[in-house]
Structures are given as C-alpha cells and as structure tokens.
C-alpha cells in the first residue's frame, strides 16, 4: 500500500486556483487547500474556496488571515482605489505588493507542518503580463529560496513549486477543469463580486475569464449582478 | 536638502531587532518599523516593539496580523508543545516553519507601498546554528526573489535585505545596541514573557540574552518573573 503524497494547493476561490486543485487531485496528491483572507475586495472568494475545497475532495482547508487593508498600495486592499474597467499599461493597480511571495510563503509554513513538498499555484501566462510575482523567474527563484528556508527543505527531499497554468491561455484552462470535473459555478473571479458571489462582468479578471469560456466554446455558469 | 532613504525595520520587540533599528538611525534612514502578531505565546513582544519604535522614532509603526496558531507546528505558537528549558540538538521545536520568510513577504510588501528599498532584520550568527531561514543563504536568496518578486525590485534600484547583526556575538550586539542608545529595559526576549513582559530567565531565548549582558560586561536591565 502507497501512501499518497501531501500537496499544498493555494486556492483563492477563483477560476484558475480551482483548476489547479483539480489537476493536482488527478496526479494523485492528498490535497491541502489554503485560502488567504487578506483584507481583498472580493471576500466571496473565500466562501467560494470552502465550496471548491469540498467538491475537489480536499483533506484540509486552512484559511489564513493577514490585515493587507491595513498595508494598502492596491485596488484590491484599499477602497479609495477604484477597480479599473478598461485594460490599462504597465502594472495594474489590482497589484497587490508582493501578494505571491506572501501565500508563498504561507504555503510553505503549513507545509513544513504537515509534511508536504510539493506546492501548487495557480499562476499563468495571462496575469503574469501585468504581476511581475506571476513570472516563471519569480517562481523559479522561491524555490530556491524555499529549499533553503525550511527544515523540510535542508533535511527532506527537495521542495517543488508547481505551476501548472503557467503557459497555458484561458480558454485551455477552463477545457481542462472542465474535463477533470471542476464546477466553475462555485468559482468567483471578478474583483468586486457582490455578497453573494455575483459578478460584475466589467473588470480586467471578469474579462479575461468570460473570453475564456466563449474562446473554448463552453457554456458560462457566471452569475453577473 | 537631500530625502532621508527610507528603510523597513523588521521588529519583534526583541534585543536583536532594537538594535537593528538602531543601527539603521545610525546610518541615516527614516524608519517603517513592521512586527508581526502571529499568534506567537510571547505577545508581550508586541507592546514592547511599539515601545521600542516610539523610542527611537520611527515614522510609522505598523502591525501586522496573522494566524500562524491556526497552522501551529512550533512551541511558539501551539501551547500543546512545551518550550524546552534545556538545549536541543538539531533545529529547536521553538522554530516556526518558514516565519522569516513570511516576516520578510510582509515586510517586502509595506516597502513597496512605501517606496522602500532597504530592508532590516536581524538575524544573526548565534540563532543561525539552530534555524535554518536565519542562515546567509536564506537572506541571499530571498534578496533575489525580492528582485524578481516586486514593481520595485523591478523598476526601482535593486531591493537590499540587511543583516546588521549575522556575524556578531550576543554580546557585540548588546554593546553597539548599548553605545547607540537602545533601552534594552524596553525589548522582550523571551520564548514564554509574561504579560507586563517579564522573562522567565530559563529558555533558550533568555539563556542566550542574559549570557549576552554578562560577557559585555552591561548590567542586564531584563525583569525576570
């Protein structure tokens, strides 16, 4: 008898995450869900993580709790910084400073705890044109850090950070999580989702998500206010 | 007149990072001094690192909220698991996995919001032999995410994560904390203070500090319990 491996899964409760947690359940891991509360806009997303943790199966879902709002710096953090609804250049203002390297790191924590080496996030080609924290070198380089930052790094098998979205466009993503049983219902992306989970159809991640879906020919189960 | 550089002071309400702090006023900085509420049993920690950032004038204080008790794994953060009075071979149950990695994501993100590149933590030679994120290669390597990781480390000068201390003997500290006018009366060192912040003189934390003040020939200003 095998026993699984432990994989640490960030699941912000969105679309992308939600794939990634199924990809990982496919390639056999025992899954812990973790979801960060960090003060966001849109914390539908953490109802929406619960849902998405117990339909995939998780053995555990953590919520963890930062007061960002208090940090600011992003539309996403700060209510005095309006949610963009037109495409903009550069670094959007949804950035939220070094939010990867945060769940990351809180990833990594929980993982050192419960045994795990492996750790899934759902990063991709997309977002990584705005989020400098999206990037295949930003991902490279926590690796590296995360094999010497911990115990299970220096005294276990190397610890692996995988992203499975990295170079794949939306409307591959949503063909997969489609085939492996993801109910995009239950996933909220939009950046000012209602209470209810409801979004509104108009911002950079309502957009990206909607051409998704219509470019992969799928029927979108998004519930817009 | 020239604009003071602006550096974010990692502290906990301890020795180490007082005298980092101080070390940092010395070299000319203004001072975004961040401590973390982690849950740590030491809370006293808290009070005193808004002492110590009162004291050596810190333009803003900032703490930051999170529930590693939630995700435990460490003596510091599950009273299940007895902070040991006796030296331990190996890493101590007292590390709490991947927590300088979350201090630096935590303090990487208020330095963006603020525009910092500099970044403090002390860190040093005595706690490198136990845990492993205290050690140069942890700090070397979490500088380069720092530079792939932000909109700073990016578009900016590159991110610097300081070490003040890693090299120096619990009693070189106390003696340039000393001459640069740190109240050491004000700093909570150890692993189990009670609430006005008095220490119980027996853990690991406290054998080292008090050894610290002996060997520096400084009288040791700790309140013991």
Same mark, same amino acid.
């Given at each position: %008898? ?31 869900? #973790? ?7 849109? %914390? ?7 849902? @998405?943790?117990?339909?995939? =199966? ?5 919520? %963890? ?24 250049? =550069? ?29 899934? #996030?759902? @990063? ?6 705005? &989020? ?23 005294? =276990?098998? *190397? ?13 591959? #993503? @949503?063909? #997969? =999580?489609?085939?492996?049983?993801? !109910? ?9 989702? !209602? ?21 992969? *020919? ?5 519930? &817009? &206010?």
């Amino acid at each position: %008898m095998t026993v699984a491996r432990r994989a640490v899964v960030l699941l912000s409760g969105g679309l992308d995450s939600a794939t990634v947690m199924a990809i990982a359940r496919s390639e056999g891991y025992e899954l812990y869900a #973790i979801s960060v509360a960090y003060g966001q806009r849109h %914390m539908a997303e953490i109802k929406a993580s619960a849902d @998405v943790a117990r339909s995939l =199966g998780a053995r555990r879902h953590q919520v %963890m709790h930062v007061n960002l709002n208090d940090v600011g710096g992003s539309a996403l953090t700060d209510t005095s910084i309006d949610v963009p609804e037109t495409p903009s250049e =550069g670094i959007p203002v949804t950035y939220v400073p070094a939010r990867n390297t945060l769940f990351l790191s809180l990833a990594l924590g929980w993982a050192e705890v419960v045994g795990a080496t492996d750790i899934f #996030i759902g @990063v991709n080609a997309v977002d990584y044109s705005g &989020y400098p924290d999206c990037r295949p070198e930003f991902v490279a380089a926590f690796e590296r850090l995360a094999n010497v930052a911990t115990r299970v790094g220096i005294e =276990g098998g *190397g610890i692996q950070i995988h992203t499975p979205l990295i170079d794949l466009s939306k409307a591959d #993503i @949503v063909r #997969i =999580g489609t085939q492996l049983g993801v !109910d995009y219902a239950q996933t909220v992306s939009c950046y000012q989702a !209602d209470d209810q989970g409801r979004a509104c159809g108009r911002c950079d991640s309502c957009r990206l998500r909607r051409a998704g879906f219509e470019s992969a *020919g799928i029927t979108d189960p998004t519930r &817009y &206010y």
